[in-house]
C-alpha cells in the first residue's frame, strides 16, 4: 500500500524482455539503505517487487499483466518514473491510500502554466466515469492529486510547484499517456450503490435518503 507522496525520481537503465513480461533495472534518487529484496516499490503508481537492491537502485520482474495495463510497454532506457516505497504501519498517510495496482492509461490533454500552478487536464477511459467526483482523489504516475472538475471523462487537476518539479510531470507534454488508478474507495462505494441506479436497474427503484441511513450514509 502506497500515499500517492512520491518520494523521488528513478531512471531506467535497462529494460529486457522476457517471456512475456519485462525486466527492469532503475537508478533511484531515493535513498534505499533501508529498503530489501523483496520490498515493494511504486513506480510511475505500479507495484513492484525488489528482486536486487544496491544503495542506488533495484530491479524488478514485470508480469504480462502489468505490462498490458500501464505505460510500462512504451517505456525505454534513459527514461525517469516516479518512486514510493511502501507505506509502513504508523507513517502519516499524506496523500491517500494507493494500491499500485493500475487501472489503466490515461492521455494528457493539457498541461500549461496558470500563475504559479500547473493545470493539467486528462482524459480517462469513458467507463471509468463514474468514479469521477470533484474533491476526489486520484493517483496520476503514482502521484496523489485531487481532481478540481470533471467534464465527462475529461479531469482538470491543480498541480503545485512542489510536485511539479519532484515528479515526472515536468517532464510531460500534451499528448503524453500516463498511469491512473481510481480511488479505492470510489471504487468500493460504486460497487455498493450500483444495483439501485436507475439507469442500472431493471427495477424502478433508485437511490433515496431512506436507502442511504439503512445502509449507513445519511
Known sequence: ??????EGRGRIRTLQPQGQGMYVEIESEVP???TKVGDSIA???ICLTANTVSPKGFSAHISPETLSRTTF???????YVNLERALRLGD???GHLVSGHVDGIAKINKLSLVGYYYLLEIDLPREFSYYLVPKGSI???GISLTIN???DCLIKLMIIPHTY???TLSLKREGDLVNFEIDLIAKMVYRLVKPYLREESKESSSITIEFLRNHGFA
Request: glycine content about 12%; proline content about 6%.
Open 1 to 6: 500500500m502506497f500515499t500517492g507522496i512520491i
Open 149 to 151: 472538475e470533471v467534464v
Open 139 to 141: 493517483a496520476i504516475d
Open 165 to 167: 518539479k519532484v515528479t
Open 92 to 94: 502519516p498517510i499524506g
Open 43 to 45: 513506480v510511475d503508481g
Open 32 to 34: 534505499l539503505t533501508d
Open 73 to 79: 510497454k512504451l517505456k525505454k532506457p534513459g527514461e
